[in-house]
């Protein structure tokens, strides 16, 4: 019991790195903001995409770690949600972290492989209707030449959103624990909890319709954005 309580903690501590903040620091730069695309455009694309490794390390870790060393598959499942956790509310920041959707896509496939890749789908159809208006603009030789990053797109945040919806229903059609259905739910109200919640107190001093800005948070992720499609 010992241990298990101690695994589950330790994922959390470990899901509350900074690394952001850190890869930040080693370049000696500010983030603010949503801090992907802050570590992007102000420290480089190859920091940018150390920023997502990390976060998928702290994901995929601790539940290898658990089923490496042969703890139920309760415990396994709660060492991911643990390790999310730590990313959406870190103890090192004093609570208030990322929305942890790399490091949930990177528990599911860590936990569950085969849902998980079958649920994946949607963001990759989201990555290639966010990506083909920049790749038509490069062969155009005008617009944003960028395929990966530029300006944030609904599609993305939706194609997540339709992901974790479907992951507990495709873990039970693919003959999953059911300790790993409950977790890949739970996960999925962890995510909209947190599009929910994050920063939600600037979209309502805007004082727009509530209704409307809890809608666009939980499908796109938040409630103000410029988006390009």
């Known amino acids: 019991m010992w241990a298990d309580f101690i695994l ?11 690394h952001l ?14 801090f992907h695309e802050n570590l992007w455009y102000r420290a480089g694309r190859i920091f940018g995409v150390m920023g997502v490794a ?4 702290k994901g995929a870790l601790p539940v290898l770690v658990a089923k490496g060393l042969g703890f139920c598959p309760a415990t396994v499942a709660l060492t991911g949600l643990a390790a999310v956790c730590g990313q959406m509310w870190p103890v090192f920041s004093r609570f208030d972290g990322e929305k942890g959707n ?9 936990l569950a492989p085969v849902p998980g890749l079958v649920a994946v789908i949607p963001i990759i ?4 209707v966010r990506a083909l208006p920049r790749l038509i603009a490069r062969f155009r030789q005008s617009g944003d030449k960028s395929i990966i990053g530029g300006s944030y797109s609904r599609s993305l945040p939706v194609g997540m959103f339709i992901c974790f919806l479907i992951l507990p229903f495709v873990s ?21 909890t947190r599009r929910l919640t994050a920063g939600l107190r600037e979209d309502l001093k805007a004082r727009g319709d509530i209704g409307s ?11 103000t954005a410029r988006w390009r499609q």
């Open 125 to 128: 159809i989201a990555l290639i």
């Open 54 to 57: 990390g976060e998928f390390i």
């Open 102 to 110: 790399s490091i949930a896509l990177a528990v599911v496939i860590a």
């Open 21 to 34: 903040s850190l890869l930040a620091k080693l370049r000696r730069v500010e983030l603010s903001g949503d």
């Open 8 to 18: 589950v903690i330790g994922s959390y501590i470990f899901g509350s790195i900074p």
């Open 213 to 223: 800005i809890l809608l666009k948070r939980l499908l796109y992720d938040r409630a």
């Open 172 to 192: 039970w059609y693919c003959g999953e624990t059911v300790e790993i259905v409950w977790c890949l739910s739970a996960l999925f109200v962890l995510i909209m």
